[in-house]
């Protein structure tokens, strides 16, 4: 199913998320988020996985989350339509814990597959999980704002959203990690995809 999965076309990719029995969160979601934006969206968030809003409306950061992501992404001037959103899990953990380490893997392929054919110039995560999967070992709240070339893409860790929504001595933080995007998405658009990593001296301008 893995190598299945890795020939999909993004909407192929959204009917199997939909029916997914992959791993056992498929057994207490009303609907799976596969995800949406532009297909050829320059900017790619991932979040941790749906909520409460999202699982009933099948729809990523539908709730009071998303609408502070709209805000953000509105301070430098960009509409989430502009966006490609998604999460390194495509349906609702129980009572929003934290995703397992199985559920992760078993959901892994389909985020690989979204952001092959997305093909994006800038990946920003949200959260601890997706950023593991870019910064291992790391710990958001040290290297929250920080970017890191991966292949042709820069890749940028962001706190959740929802973290700095419930706890205010992280807004001020999230928003200024978010004003640095333009800076980094310029970057990005001249970056080949041959060329080779920046050194880090080049990535702490970020
Ligand atoms: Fe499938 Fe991912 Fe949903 Fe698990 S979380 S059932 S792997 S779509």
């Not at 979040?47 to 989350?65: I, T, W």
């Not at 706890?167 to 060329?195: C, G, Y």
Request: glycine share 8%.
């Amino acid at each position: 199913m893995t190598s299945e999965i890795s020939q999909m076309s993004l909407e192929q990719l959204v009917a199997a998320i939909r029916t997914c029995t992959r791993c056992g969160l498929h057994s207490g979601r009303t609907r799976a988020v596969p995800g949406e934006g532009p297909p050829d969206a320059t900017i790619m968030f991932i979040g941790e996985g749906p909520g409460f809003h999202e699982d009933r409306q099948g729809r990523p950061f539908v709730g009071s989350a998303g609408k502070y992501l709209e805000e953000l992404l509105a301070s430098i001037g960009l509409k989430r339509e502009q966006v490609y959103i998604t999460n390194v899990v495509k349906c609702r953990p129980p009572g929003n814990r934290d995703p397992l380490p199985d559920e992760l893997a078993a959901c892994k392929p389909y985020l690989d597959r979204q952001i092959e054919l997305i093909a994006p110039k800038v990946i920003v995560t949200l959260g601890r999980y997706s950023m593991a999967r870019y910064f291992p070992g790391q710990s958001i709240s040290r290297i929250h704002g920080q970017a890191r070339q991966v292949g042709g893409v820069i890749v940028v860790a962001m706190l959740h959203p929802a973290a700095a929504l419930h706890q205010p001595q992280w807004k001020a933080t999230i928003e200024a990690d978010f004003k640095k995007l333009p800076a980094i998405i310029a970057q990005a658009e001249r970056l080949q995809p041959t060329e080779p990593p920046p050194s880090p001296q080049q990535l702490s301008l970020f």
